[in-house]
């Protein structure tokens, strides 16, 4: 018997009661709770596979990517608290973001301006960066999982995807589910990853902030797959105001299509976004002022 891909509100899941469910998706439920120990609102992702499922494939590895998972500490990155399993159904208790994510940012109020949207990549960058030191890869990086806190903190959650840099991740894969529109080529490919593959999801979130729409899109998962594979590269349109102009080139190498030629570091990448925006206060500061 299948269990359940939710759980209802109230219900109690170690130290924390679900007050809230807030997504669902292909990797289980999003809940924010209140953690009853700590007195304070935390957010529990409940996966949807029982501990059945995960032994079928490679429970090692799961428990190896949780202890990775929660030696990260940046100010980018939303803390894992804890992780555990209610009757065979693994949750993690991690940091509560009060905030809004990418996605619906956009959704609402179309493409950001240029700087904004370099500003978020520049920041979760930075955060991959710590990440990959750790040997983490984030795997789905994506405007859903960017969240943009009330102080305007940029904060990469769901690290429920994340593997040790050099695995595989094949298109049968139960880690690619609800993300195929921001694969790298290789991952799309099941090939090994590196950090990388990382800098090319984050290439296609910073593409969809500047523009509003995915850079690659079909009516089939093989047809987007076949587009993100095709040698031709996505380019950025001419908007009236606001230039992105300035970020095709760092844009164009984010998505270059063999990793050797992209940044070889999260933190080259988030250096060449740096120098862009500080060009661009510098520009902004020697305009004339009436």
């Given amino acids: 018997m299948k269990s359940p891909s939710s759980f209802k509100i109230g219900r109690i899941l170690g130290k924390c009661q679900l007050l809230k469910c807030i997504g669902q998706g292909g990797m289980g439920s999003i809940y924010v709770a209140k ?149 790298s080529p290789e991952q799309a490919q099941g090939k090994p990853l590196d950090g990388r593959s990382d800098i090319y999801s984050l290439g296609i979130t910073l593409y969809e902030m500047l523009c509003g729409a995915r850079p690659f899109q079909g009516k089939t998962e093989s047809s987007v797959i076949a587009k993100n594979l095709h040698p031709k590269r996505p380019t950025l349109p001419v908007r009236k105001s606001g230039s992105v102009g300035p970020l095709a080139d760092i844009l164009n190498t984010m998505l270059a299509l063999r990793p050797e030629d992209r940044y070889p570091t999260a933190r080259a990448t988030s250096e060449a976004l740096r120098m862009f925006l500080a060009k661009r206060a510098s520009l902004s500061d020697r305009r004339p002022r009436f």
């Fill in 35 to 183: 953690h009853l120990f700590l007195q304070r609102m935390v957010t529990v992702k409940l996966l949807k596979w029982s501990i059945s499922d995960l032994l079928e494939r490679n429970i090692e590895a799961f428990e190896r990517g949780a202890i990775a998972l929660a030696r990260l500490n940046h100010p980018n990155i939303a803390t894992i608290y804890d992780i555990d399993e209610d009757n065979g159904r693994p949750y993690v208790v991690m940091e509560f973001v009060d905030g809004e994510d990418v996605a619906s940012i956009v959704r609402k109020k179309g493409p950001l301006p240029p700087s904004r949207a370099a500003a978020i990549a520049r920041d979760v960058a930075r955060a991959l960066e710590h990440a990959h030191a750790e040997g983490v890869i984030h795997r789905d990086i994506k405007p859903s999982n960017i969240l943009i806190s009330t102080k305007g903190q940029v904060k990469l959650i769901d690290f429920g995807l994340a593997v040790h840099d050099g695995s595989r991740a094949g298109r049968d894969s139960m880690y690619l589910e609800g993300s195929i529109h921001y694969l």
